[in-house]
């Protein structure tokens, strides 16, 4: 799918990936970015450097209504892309004192990504089809148990892109699957000792594959290390991986 023309809606719009998520569309001509976010004027800064182009929609993906209303009224949007996420790192199955985190955890990257999809599907398929593009992660290919309760949210999130793929493909509705491993934001501010792209450089990993009409993306070192290795032993990934629970004590 071109970028150049298309009409964009972007969750977790204002900070991290979306953020450069909306700049990346903008520098590829997408005629318009809807930057979603939680909290109104949490885009201004977008919607300045957007001149026009950038619109802003409060959108929180766990709320029903919200995502209703969005779709409404960005009834125009041909290319649709999940990338609100949540995620605590050192959170725990099982040595964390409750499970409330795990199931929000739940809600935005699994619920969240599925509401957007129910939703936006009439919209992708009365605009001739058009894309979805779910941002993953590379804790949804083998679990990274010091993300313990994130790491099964992206599963079930990969698994969804599947079936959403399967479901919307008579519509003509492309869906893609973005792994992505360690980037510089926020969420990743308390991962040491691994090496972390730029946002700027997982948003130009994520459109190029969408304009190359790549189902499944390994979007950094990182993601092709941790696919290779899991092709080559999955057991000895798993116990490598499991070795990420001395980086730091449960939360
Ligand atoms: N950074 C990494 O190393 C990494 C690695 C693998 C995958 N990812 C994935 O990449 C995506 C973007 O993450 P990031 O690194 O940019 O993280 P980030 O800087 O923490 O940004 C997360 C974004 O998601 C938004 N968000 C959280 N809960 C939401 C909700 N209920 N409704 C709507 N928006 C919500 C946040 O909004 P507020 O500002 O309002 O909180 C923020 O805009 C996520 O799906 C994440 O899982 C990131």
């Given at each position: 799918m071109?970028?150049?023309?298309?009409?964009?809606?972007?969750?977790?719009?204002?900070?991290?990936?979306?953020e450069?998520?909306?700049?990346?569309l903008?520098?590829?001509?997408?005629a318009?970015?809807?930057?979603?976010?939680?909290?109104?004027?949490?885009?201004?800064?977008?919607?300045?450097?957007?001149?026009?182009?950038?619109?802003?929609?409060?959108?929180d993906?766990?709320?029903d209504?919200?995502?209703?209303?969005?779709?409404?009224?960005?009834?125009?949007?041909?290319?649709?892309?999940?990338?609100?996420g949540?995620?605590?790192?050192?959170?725990?199955?099982?040595?964390s004192?409750?499970?409330?985190e795990?199931?929000?955890?739940?809600?935005v990257?699994?619920?969240?990504v599925?509401r957007?999809?129910?939703?936006?599907?009439?919209v992708?398929?009365a605009?001739g089809?058009?894309?979805?593009?779910?941002?993953?992660?590379?804790?949804a290919l083998?679990?990274?148990?010091?993300?313990?309760?994130?790491?099964?949210?992206?599963?079930?999130?990969?698994?969804?892109?599947?079936?959403v793929?399967?479901?919307?493909?008579e519509?003509?509705?492309?869906?893609?699957?973005?792994?992505?491993?360690?980037?510089?934001t926020?969420m990743a501010?308390?991962?040491?000792?691994v090496?972390?792209?730029?946002?700027?450089?997982?948003a130009k990993?994520?459109?190029?594959?969408?304009?190359?009409?790549?189902e499944e993306?390994?979007?950094?070192?990182?993601?092709?290390?941790?696919?290779?290795?899991?092709?080559?032993?999955?057991?000895?990934?798993e116990?490598?991986?499991a070795?990420?629970?001395k980086?730091?004590?449960?939360v």
């Open positions: 071109k970028v150049e023309g298309s009409i964009a809606l972007v969750t977790g719009a204002n900070r991290g990936i979306g450069a998520l909306v700049r990346e903008l520098a590829m001509k997408a318009r970015v809807y930057a979603a976010c939680r909290n109104t004027g949490d885009a201004a800064h977008l919607v300045a450097e957007g001149a026009g182009r950038v619109i802003e929609v409060q959108l993906v766990t709320r209504d919200q995502v209703r209303q969005a779709a409404a009224r960005c009834a125009d949007v041909n290319l649709l892309i999940n990338n609100a949540l995620s605590q790192f050192g959170r725990r199955l099982i040595n004192p409750s499970m409330d795990a199931i929000a955890e739940m809600n990257n699994y619920f969240g599925l957007m999809c129910r939703a936006f599907a009439p992708l398929k605009n089809g058009g894309a979805i593009v779910n941002i993953l992660s590379a804790a083998s679990n990274l148990p010091v993300l313990g309760t994130y790491s099964p949210t992206k599963a079930a999130a990969y698994s969804l892109t599947q079936g793929r399967a479901e919307l493909a519509q003509g509705t492309f869906v893609s699957a973005i792994f992505v491993g360690s980037v510089e926020r501010a308390d991962v040491k000792g090496e972390k792209v730029t946002p700027a450089y997982t990993a994520t459109l190029q594959s969408l304009e190359r009409r790549e993306v390994d979007a950094d070192p990182m993601t092709i290390d941790i696919r290779a290795r899991r092709a080559r032993d999955p057991k000895k990934l116990r490598f991986l070795r990420s629970l980086m730091v004590p449960p």
